[in-house]
């Protein structure tokens, strides 16, 4: 017999990227009194992971449980950002309802378009929090009709249009129903979530179901299944059969030898959960998202949908430059490939492919944050490895015509530099869809623009718009083919021997463009060391000393005055490198170099090229 189980709430809090859905959560943890009084609590105490707390961005979904008065609410954070949209989507199979949180002066995003999207497709009622209303310029009534505009435009039902208004600053810890009311403290917004939320329902009776919607993992017990009862009762050492909804050869048997619910932020062991409830399962190993856990008889998997597919595409490639294996623990071909390997435990929305080399293999996702992360990553933990340009993943239709990924590219720019990124993003055949003022003086632009087109662009837009201009993309479906795109204008600096770059040759070298290097720098022929100020690549020997004579002395180099280094960061390096380059990845150096380092064997290659094209 269906019933619902009113002790429960689960709910997951979608919004755009820092619109403050994971400190907004802290608020929730620290007034349910999740911790004690004089604990010392960090900041966005969700992102645990270095990566998330450093960009200030939420990676991976977290779940987390408050209590309310009686009431249990289960908490799932989700990721912001476009390219971990698949974390989204697979989380709202877990919830009942959605809190979608708005920033009370930027308004409706993108990405919060995104997200409201997933949710009403699957027809969760939304509560929608207006956030950070302590702002100077926070306009929360106009946001109001920005976000009643969207549910409009993503064909919202009347029920859902019908929605309840939270205002709220997680920042000072307080919420409110009315703009009016007094500012006290969030529990304007638990009692709104228990009261317009639906308890979870099922049939506590019927045979066990349980959908896994999340993977973590950990070195000691290996795969972590998360999902919510359907139906049914899960118990602590149950016999269980496996299914999948679309894999229908799957039937694995398996017993539950490790059962925890969500308490704050800890898991806590139990011995049975009931329908409603969100567990963690340990000790299946071969667990995997969109699995149900079903009991002996009679299993039946519950439909999941497929994961968003990659777009972008890089290859990472066994370091084999002059300095390889000096600076990473490892280094080999079997080390990059159980680490891949093990990255798909948990990110479903990769894909890890061999090559016809068996020193490279090609790793694709749904975009160039999402990879950069991985290899942050890695790089971390003592990876050493190089790794290609992205490169877009194409596709053909049924008549053999060519498709590539398309976004819808929306940029908040100060009005000066409108026209420098409009010039831009035309050339790389971006089609300008919108163009409105926004207040504080700027303008925003809406383009329609090849995936590729993006590649390497986000670096130019901070140096074109002076670090004030703000870029978010969403994906589009796939379109014909727009034609070839030229991306970098300038040419390399190339070192020309292997040796230590010293103040005499750098000196000289930096009137041919901008250096990446300083003196003192290990260097080897063919790495990169700066970006030309002309189109075609330049060598250039930074290790030249000077010639020491009777009248010249090596103290009179000290007058030599060197122009501060370039130091590029992971994705500015990403977006640098050429298809002729690659990354050179180690946990102390980010090297840029030619792939082919002999320059003999580079100049033949290329004339090959051009005579082949």
Not at 148 to 157: G, I, K, Q, T
Request: include cysteine; charge should be negative.
């Amino acid at each position: 017999m269906i019933q619902a189980r009113e002790d429960i709430r689960n709910i997951a809090i979608i919004a755009h990227v820092d619109h403050g859905k994971t400190t907004l959560v802290d608020e929730l943890l620290k007034q349910s009194g999740v911790f004690r009084d004089n604990q010392a609590v960090q900041e966005r105490v969700m992102d645990s992971n270095d990566i998330e707390r450093e960009r200030g961005i939420t990676i991976l979904s977290k779940n987390t449980a408050v209590y309310y008065k009686d009431t249990k609410i289960n908490i799932i954070d989700t990721p912001g950002h476009a390219d971990f949209g698949g974390e989204v989507e697979r989380v709202l199979k877990m919830v009942d309802g959605v809190v979608l949180v708005v920033d009370a002066f930027e308004g409706a995003m993108p990405q919060t378009k995104f997200v409201l999207m997933k949710a009403l497709d699957l027809d969760l009622p939304v509560i929608v929090c207006i956030n950070k209303i302590d702002r100077p310029e926070a306009r929360p009534n106009e946001v109001i009709d920005e976000v009643l505009e969207l549910f409009m435009d993503l064909d919202a039902s009347d029920e859902q249009l019908d929605c309840p208004f939270v205002f709220a600053s997680a920042k000072e810890g307080y919420a409110m129903k009315d703009l009016n009311d007094e500012r006290k403290d969030m529990m304007p917004l638990f009692e709104t979530i228990v009261d317009y939320i639906p308890a979870p329902v099922g049939d506590p009776e019927a045979n066990t179901q349980v959908l896994i919607s999340t993977i973590d993992y950990n070195e000691f017990v290996g795969r972590i299944g998360i999902g919510k009862v359907d139906n049914g009762v899960i118990k602590l050492n149950q016999e269980a059969v496996v299914v999948n909804h679309h894999d229908p050869d799957k039937k694995q048997k398996v017993r539950v030898t490790k059962l925890y619910e969500f308490d704050g932020l800890n898991k806590v062991d139990v011995n049975e959960a009931s329908i409603g409830s969100i567990v963690a399962i340990s000790g299946i190993a071969d667990i995997h998202i969109g699995d149900t856990i079903c009991g002996p008889e009679d299993p039946v998997a519950i439909p999941f949908q497929k994961i968003s597919e990659p777009t972008i595409s890089m290859n990472f490639i066994v370091n084999d430059s002059p300095f390889a294996g000096q600076e990473g623990k490892f280094v080999t071909s079997r080390h990059i490939r159980e680490r891949l390997m093990k990255e798909l435990n948990t990110d479903v929305s990769l894909r890890v492919e061999d090559t016809e080399s068996p020193d490279s293999l090609k790793v694709s996702g749904r975009g160039e944050l999402h990879l950069s992360v991985l290899i942050e990553n890695m790089r971390r933990e003592g990876f050493e490895f190089a790794v290609s340009k992205a490169e877009v993943l194409y596709k053909t239709d049924e008549n053999g015509k060519k498709l590539e990924p398309m976004e819808i590219a929306y940029v908040d720019v100060p009005d000066e530099f409108t026209g420098a990124v409009i010039e831009k993003l035309s050339q790389r055949k971006g089609e300008l869809q919108n163009m409105t003022p926004i207040t504080g003086g700027y303008t925003r632009i809406e383009f329609k623009i090849p995936s590729r087109g993006l590649i390497g662009y986000r670096g130019e837009f901070m140096t074109d718009t002076k670090g004030n201009g703000i870029i978010n993309t969403i994906f589009d479906g796939y379109e014909p083919f727009k034609g070839e795109i030229a991306y970098r204008k300038q040419g390399s600096l190339i070192a020309f021997e292997t040796g230590e770059s010293v103040t005499y040759g750098l000196f000289s070298a930096q009137d041919r463009g901008t250096l990446f290097i300083g003196p003192g720098e290990k260097v080897y022929a063919g790495m990169v060391i700066g970006s030309s100020s002309r189109a075609e690549d330049i060598e250039l020997n930074v290790c030249k000393k000077k010639h020491l004579t009777n009248t010249r002395s090596s103290s009179a180099d000290e007058a030599l005055t060197l122009v501060p280094p370039r130091i590029l960061s992971l994705e500015q390096a990403l977006d640098f490198i050429e298809t002729d380059e690659l990354l050179e990845v180690t946990p102390e150096h980010l090297r840029i170099r030619k792939r082919i380092l002999d320059p003999t064997m580079r100049k033949r290659f290329n004339i090959n090229r051009q005579n082949n094209q």
